[in-house]
């Protein structure tokens, strides 16, 4: 006898991801449908899917969802979550979509206490555009628009956002988390499940940053690219736990 | 001898031979195959199967979500 253990969650579409070999996106994708399924709120969830590599995330999930324009994710899923408050929106967004062009979109909404959840997929680089530097880009890393390295005289310091946001009063959970280990991706579905459970018992704003690799940008293999987050991110951009007035699962 | 007996399934056609599953792997179940599939990847292959231990690490990491994992009972 066989007993099943780990397979497709039903709420991913089972079209295949069009992100490079070993890029994060995909675990995270894995991670949210796993949640859902298990909150069992599939049929109640919208997606709101960013500008970058993530663009079509709303066909790799198997719930109803839209695109919203670079950055405005924030404030296209308000609008979903006030129209129908029965229904639970979350929003997914890279660094660039969510820390450069929508800074202003997630401030607010955060500030607001929206009743939605964002996850914030950091992989310290605008991955779609062909590796551009981000506001999240790390002091001395190359891109295609600092080829000698980020400078901070130059292009200014890494942004933080869990940090600049966690003064926001209307969080509920809040949260930088990584999947580069087997152990930190069920870290990272805790997280994800808290920040939905943020707006399932209707307390607040969710959002879980999850710091992410991009091997195609940053020039690595994606088993090098798993170490080099470990060793460059994570001095940069700690883990933790913000804000948490979820508490207890039940 | 491990107590506990995995089984794991690829899906060959999805997977784009990242190695992440290998990677992860604590008893050193899996390998990329030589051939390809229609993507052109050299696709990940249970070579070890008797090895597994239904740990899930290569579910935890694949990208693709490429592989299914059971416990023999
Ligand atoms: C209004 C607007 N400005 C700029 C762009 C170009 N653009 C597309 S994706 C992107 C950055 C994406 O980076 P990120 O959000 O980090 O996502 P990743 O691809 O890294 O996952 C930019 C600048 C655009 N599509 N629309
Ligand atoms: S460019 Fe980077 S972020 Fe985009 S799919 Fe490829 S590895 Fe992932
Ligand atoms: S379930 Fe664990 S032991 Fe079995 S192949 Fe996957 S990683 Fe290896
Ligand atoms: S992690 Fe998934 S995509 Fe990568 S080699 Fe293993 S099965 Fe293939
Ligand atoms: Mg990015």
């Known amino acids: ?250 | 001898m491990p107590k506990v007996k995995g089984y794991i399934e690829i899906d060959q056609e999805r997977c784009k031979g990242c190695g992440l599953c290998i990677n992860a792997c604590p008893t050193k179940v899996i390998e990329l195959s030589e051939g390809f599939n229609s993507k052109g990847y050299h696709p990940a292959e249970a070579k070890h199967l008797e090895r597994c231990i239904a740990c899930g690490f290569c579910y935890r990491m694949c990208p693709d979500v490429c592989i299914t994992v059971y416990r023999e009972e």
Request: with cysteine; charged share 20%; glycine share 10%.
């Open chain 1, 1 to 250: 006898m066989k007993k099943l253990l780990y397979k497709m969650p039903e709420s991913l579409s089972g079209k295949e991801f069009t992100y490079c070999p070993g890029c994060h996106h995909g675990i995270i994708h894995r991670l949210i449908a796993e949640v859902v399924d298990e909150l069992g709120i599939r049929e109640k969830t919208l997606v709101v899917a960013p500008i970058g590599c993530s663009v079509f995330a709303y066909q790799f999930f198997n719930m109803d969802g839209t695109i919203a324009a670079h950055g405005r994710a924030p404030a296209v899923a308000t609008g979903m979550k006030r129209a129908r408050p029965d229904l639970y929106v979350f929003t997914y967004q890279g660094d660039g979509d969510l820390a450069a062009i929508g800074t202003a979109e997630i401030m607010h909404a955060a500030n607001r206490g929206e009743k939605i959840t964002t996850i914030f997929v950091n992989n310290a680089i605008y991955g779609m555009t062909g590796g551009q530097m981000a506001p999240t880009t790390l002091l001395g890393m190359k891109t295609t628009t600092t080829p000698y390295g980020r400078s901070a005289e130059n292009d200014g310091y890494p942004m933080h956002m869990c940090e600049f946001l966690k003064e926001a009063k209307g969080i509920a959970y809040l949260a930088r988390t990584k999947v580069n280990t087997p152990q930190d991706v069920e870290k990272t579905k805790k997280a994800i499940k808290k920040a939905f459970l943020a707006q399932v018992k209707g307390i607040g704003f969710g959002l879980v940053e999850v710091l992410s690799t991009c091997p195609t940008n940053w020039g690595i293999d994606p088993i090098s690219a798993n170490k080099w987050l470990e060793e460059h991110m994570i001095p940069e951009y700690p883990l933790g736990v913000f804000i948490d007035k979820v508490g207890d699962e039940k």
